[in-house]
């Protein structure tokens, strides 16, 4: 089991999503015993929304949905997505 102390070092990549999959697993599992460290990761979290917009993949998940919506008609994506209005 990690230390606090480790899991508060290493919280900020755990949030990218750089760390090696062991680790990230095993700051997993402490924050899921550890409320201290929960409140820390959600707080740092929360920081990291506000200050950094650098999430590229938001516009990437944009223009898939602008472009299924364009395609709507066809058979192939509106059997994707289950909520499209059968005409
Ligand atoms: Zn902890």
Same mark, same amino acid.
């Given at each position: 089991m990690? *230390?606090?102390? $480790? /899991?508060?070092? +290493?919280?900020?990549?755990y949030?990218?999503g $750089?760390? &090696?999959l =062991?680790? @990230?697993l @095993?700051v997993?599992? +402490?924050? =899921?015993?550890?409320r +201290?460290?929960?409140?820390? /990761? *959600? @707080? =740092?979290?929360a %920081?990291?929304?506000?200050? #950094? +917009? $650098?999430?590229e993949s938001e516009e %990437?998940?944009?223009?898939?949905l602008?472009?299924?919506?364009r395609?709507k008609s066809? &058979? %192939?994506i509106? #059997? *994707?997505?289950?909520?499209?209005s059968e005409?």
């Open positions: 990690l *230390r606090c102390s $480790e /899991v508060t070092r +290493h919280s900020s990549d949030i990218d $750089e760390l &090696p =062991m680790l @990230q @095993q997993r599992l +402490h924050l =899921m015993a550890c +201290h460290c929960r409140r820390f /990761v *959600r @707080q =740092m979290r %920081t990291v929304a506000l200050l #950094g +917009h $650098e999430s %990437t998940v944009d223009d898939d602008i472009s299924a919506y395609t066809k &058979p %192939t509106a #059997g *994707r997505c289950s909520h499209g005409r």
